[in-house]
């Protein structure tokens, strides 16, 4: 049964509230759908003893306000009662302020009948708005054209009646069981996103909206995202969250008909509930949502065709729907027309330092004595979201002494587990050659003046840059400079260290200091080597370098030596004149 749900933070009192016209369904159906739900040990909230009028009192009220899912079943006679129409007011009024979630049973009824009150259906309808207002009688029309578009479970689809209980009570257990209230309370920095993201979706407008979510792997997308798919859920006719959707579709940039029918197909399917749904043109979304008000999130996009294929037009939604998209891919967003855009910004350090202690002590806490040594762990994460978590969890239960190795190894080498869950290796990969040649510089040499110094390399920088930055690999402050995360630095220095794994001398970029000893040390340098990037104080000796050393180094264009103002631990000595071709 597809229905829509949002865990506001609220205070539920019981699971089920089921709304029905007795006189239809209380000594049959509505008795075999209690016992179905109780079987399954769901709360439902029954009105034995409620004396029924006109009015609903404020017993019941409390008791709507106080379900987690209100079940409605529309039967025939339904509408033929006042009590039965307010009591349907107030449950929408509950989904749109405190996110119930409103699931239907039609009894042998049809749901048009519901949405345009005709049949028998609107014959009972019309004779229990005889007398009333007609603010009354509005409010009433007004809440049967919407629970009708509620997506629910139909009898006449049905070849027996314990199946579709069965099928309705295990729904209900999984929207249970999948929307715990609380979930999202603990993150740190979250209502800050939520503040962001509610004002880009303007949700008080009517017109379609599609927002997107981007930044690098790891920041914290996803879980804005989710979070953000959980607190509005409850206000949309349908919802859907759609993960891995790039994994969904099969190589990036491949416009394939075929797999954007079967992307289309798994959205349709999953989102209303039919695994039989096929489909055999591109119009099956406008055609099934074209008139419903749906929320979708669109998670880890990273194609065109993509976009294309699940959200091609705001036209294909109906009124006041909302697409929330998720990239890595600013450009991706962009080109699909997506101008309104929430850049996931790295954490300050007191939040990433929060995000830490959540994971490593057991009562989140930040201890005394470990606090230098939380402030590195949060440094070598990069203020990544991911990686803290995932460091804070590796750390989590051990002593300071196994804290200070595990550090020291993280300081030396990338972590695998950081690697896979960041899969900044692929992207890597996935870049175009003078991309890659632009990245590799920037990790290995950290400089910020690349325009000046590669304007004679052949690369267009500028364009590259702007690549680079809306891949989220590197990031320009006002200033102008540039900044890579320190993991994506690691990937850059390790492919370039895969080059030549045990001859140094033969890579494009030295950046370790022992290997750059060695190499102009022992004259091991090659034509290959077109940077070198020294940091004398992770030297354990004094380095000369003489008048002989770049002989072996002719393509050499960089050279770096970064020097604290009071480390007299080791000594540099240079040649008299440093070689023409370096900078």
């Not at 089921?18 to 079987?39: I, N, Y």
């Not at 049949?119 to 207002?133: L, M, R, V």
């Not at 036209?315 to 967003?333: A, H, Q, Y």
Request: aromatic share 8%; proline share 3%.
């Amino acid at each position: 049964m597809a229905s829509s749900s949002s865990p506001l933070c609220h205070h539920w009192r019981y699971q089920v509230f089921p709304s029905f016209c007795g006189v239809d369904v209380r000594k049959t159906f509505l008795a075999h759908l209690l016992r179905g739900l109780e079987r399954k040990a769901i709360q439902t909230f029954i009105d034995n003893g409620i004396e029924r009028s006109e009015l609903i009192g404020p017993e019941l009220i409390r008791a709507i306000s106080k379900s987690r899912i209100a079940i409605v079943v529309l039967s025939k006679n339904y509408a033929s009662s006042s009590w039965c129409l307010n009591e349907l007011v107030e449950i929408l009024r509950c989904r749109e302020t405190v996110g119930q979630t409103v699931m239907t049973i039609f009894y042998d009824i049809d749901p048009s009948d519901v949405r345009k009150q005709e049949g028998d259906f609107g014959e009972a309808f019309h004779k229990a708005c005889h007398g009333k207002s007609e603010e009354e009688k509005h409010k009433w029309r007004l809440a049967l054209t919407v629970v009708a578009d509620i997506a629910g479970e139909h009898t006449r689809q049905w070849v027996d009646e314990p199946s579709m209980i069965e099928k309705i009570a295990e729904d209900v257990l999984n929207k249970l069981n999948s929307t715990p209230s609380k979930d999202f309370d603990y993150l740190v920095g979250m209502k800050a996103h939520m503040r962001e993201m509610i004002s880009l979706l303007y949700l008080e407008s009517s017109e379609v909206r599609m927002v997107g979510i981007c930044g690098p792997a790891g920041i914290g997308k996803t879980t804005i995202a989710r979070a953000l798919y959980n607190q509005l859920a409850g206000r949309f006719q349908l919802s859907h969250f759609m993960e891995n959707v790039k994994g969904c579709y099969g190589k990036p940039g491949l416009d394939n008909y075929g797999s954007k029918l079967n992307l289309q197909q798994k959205l349709l399917s999953e989102m209303l509930d039919y695994k039989g749904m096929k489909i055999n043109h591109l119009g099956g979304i406008k055609e099934r949502l074209g008139v419903m008000k749906i929320l979708i999130v669109l998670d880890d996009v990273d194609g065109a065709e993509q976009l294309n294929a699940l959200a091609r037009h705001p036209s294909w939604f109906g009124p006041g729907s909302r697409i929330i998209v998720t990239s890595e891919d600013k450009e991706v967003v962009r080109t699909h027309g997506i101008q309104d855009l929430y850049e996931v910004d790295f954490p300050s350090e007191e939040k990433a330092v929060g995000i830490f202690c959540q994971h490593a002590f057991t009562d989140k806490v930040l201890p005394p004595d470990f606090v230098e040594l939380t402030i590195e762990a949060v440094k070598l994460a990069g203020y990544l979201p991911s990686c803290i978590c995932v460091l804070g969890s590796v750390l989590r239960g051990k002593v300071k002494k196994e804290w200070v190795a595990i550090l020291s190894r993280v300081r030396t080498s990338i972590n695998g587990k950081f690697e896979n869950i960041l899969r900044h290796r692929q992207r890597y990969d996935a870049l175009h050659e003078d991309d890659k040649a632009l990245f590799l510089h920037i990790a290995c040499l950290k400089v910020d003046r690349l325009k000046r110094l590669l304007a004679n390399t052949g690369l267009d920088v500028s364009f590259g840059l702007t690549r680079l930055v809306d891949k989220s690999l590197i990031h320009i402050s006002r200033q102008n400079c540039i900044g890579m995360h320190y993991l994506l630095q690691q990937v850059g220095i390790e492919a370039v260290r895969n080059q030549f794994l045990h001859e140094p001398g033969k890579r494009q970029f030295l950046v370790e200091a022992k290997e750059i000893h060695d190499v102009l040390t022992f004259n091991t340098g090659t034509g290959g080597v077109i940077g070198i990037s020294l940091n004398t104080s992770e030297l354990n000796c004094d380095l000369s370098i003489n008048d002989h050393t770049f002989e072996t180094l002719p393509n050499l264009q960089f050279l770096k030596v970064i020097k604290k103002e009071n480390d007299k631990r080791v000594r540099v000595h240079l040649p008299p004149k440093p070689p023409r071709s370096a900078t």
